[in-house]
């Protein structure tokens, strides 16, 4: 990978991918510049005066709304952690066929605000029976083995599209979003992976039972393993608790006798962060968090000062552990398209 313009590090040039060095992500809040992207088609080139966002389906009136329609709803700011569903991907064993190798830096912080979905969906009348939301995206493409081109599109369950902090972002970090981040509209769905956060956002339908040929519902995003000869896929949604190590940096070097301060973040879709502890060579301990965390969906920072007695290399390792008891495992949880990694994180330093 190299390095753009901006602090990020190029993954593919078409469609855009980058990722955040880590030490970008030492700020509470991500800046925009420094924020990870993820593309699966062009980006597209959407005219604010063209676009509309029509709500269709399982609805008791269909309508479109266009931009000034949504900023004359109520507006809701939400301070949420989004995360790559495969970021980490690098550190599993072997490489899944056609699939990003991420390091560990798509993943980011913002202040998203916008209209709650809720209020939307309301506006319309869901009808009784509708059970899910799938959302589509201006971005489309072609896709092995399918005909013709397949826009992104993702379902989420029509009580998660209900909860007051899923919304319809217009602005991000105070600012309108910008063409690589969703512009004009998006979804934000706090505690999921990035794949739920719709891009682009151009569609809106409710169904009755789980929708039909979503491609990135069915094929992708999906956790597939195999056990005794059978295959099970399970769609990919909550965060799974995670962290960074964003000071020191790997492969740097730190002075013997001379205290440096181990930072990071950490998260987790499933409950509130409870407990980071670090290894610095001698065992497990715990690390002190922030209290600066607005929001149950944001990440949080934790630190831990060290003062290295010993020359060499060194491994520094951080693991997190959240409210309903979920820690982050040793090794990675194998499945074949390689989501939701969630190892320890870790760092190699040589001390001097």
């Known amino acids: 990978m190299k390095k753009g313009k901006t602090s990020l590090i190029i993954a593919t040039d078409s ?64 301070s949420v952690t989004l995360e790559c569903a495969g970021n980490g991907r690098s550190g599993f064993r072997t490489a899944a066929k056609d699939e990003l190798r991420w390091g560990h830096g798509a993943v980011g912080t913002a202040r998203w605000t916008g209209v709650p979905l809720r209020a939307v969906l309301e506006s319309v009348g869901v009808r009784t029976g509708a059970s899910e939301v799938v959302a589509e995206g201006a971005d489309s493409g072609a896709v092995r083995g399918l005909p013709g081109e397949v826009p992104y599109s993702r379902s989420l369950p029509l009580e998660k599209a209900m909860q007051d902090d899923t919304i319809i972002a217009l602005r991000m970090n105070g600012q309108r979003l910008s063409p690589e981040h969703g512009y004009p509209a998006r979804l934000v769905v706090p505690g999921w992976y990035g794949m739920a ?122 693991r997190a552990t959240d409210e309903k008891g979920n820690v982050q495992p040793l090794e990675p949880w194998e499945n074949k398209l390689q989501y939701g990694y969630n190892a320890v994180a870790k760092v190699r330093v040589r001390v001097v």
Request: aromatic letters at 10%.
């Open 15 to 78: 469609p855009l991918n980058a990722e955040s060095p880590l030490s970008s992500l030492r700020p509470r809040i991500t800046p925009v510049s420094s924020f990870f992207i993820r593309s699966h088609f062009a980006i597209p080139r959407v005219k604010l005066s063209n676009w509309r966002l029509g709500i269709e389906g399982d609805v008791e009136r269909e309508c479109v709304f266009g931009y000034a329609d949504l900023l004359r709803m109520p507006t809701r700011t939400v």
């Open 197 to 318: 956060s719709v891009k682009w956002l151009r569609t809106i339908r409710l169904v009755s039972g789980s929708p039909r040929q979503v491609f990135f519902n069915t094929v992708k995003y999906v956790y597939v393993e195999t056990e005794q000869g059978k295959e099970t896929r399970t769609p990919v949604r909550e965060l799974r608790v995670n962290s960074i190590i964003t000071n020191p940096a790997d492969g740097g070097s730190i002075e013997a006798g001379r205290t440096v301060r181990v930072t990071g973040r950490a998260w987790s879709g499933q409950a509130a962060v409870s407990r980071v502890e670090v290894d610095l060579g001698s065992g497990w301990r715990n690390a002190e968090l922030s209290p600066k965390r607005v929001g149950r969906f944001e990440w949080v920072e934790w630190r831990k000062d060290w003062t290295p007695k010993r020359t060499g290399e060194m491994t520094i390792a951080a």
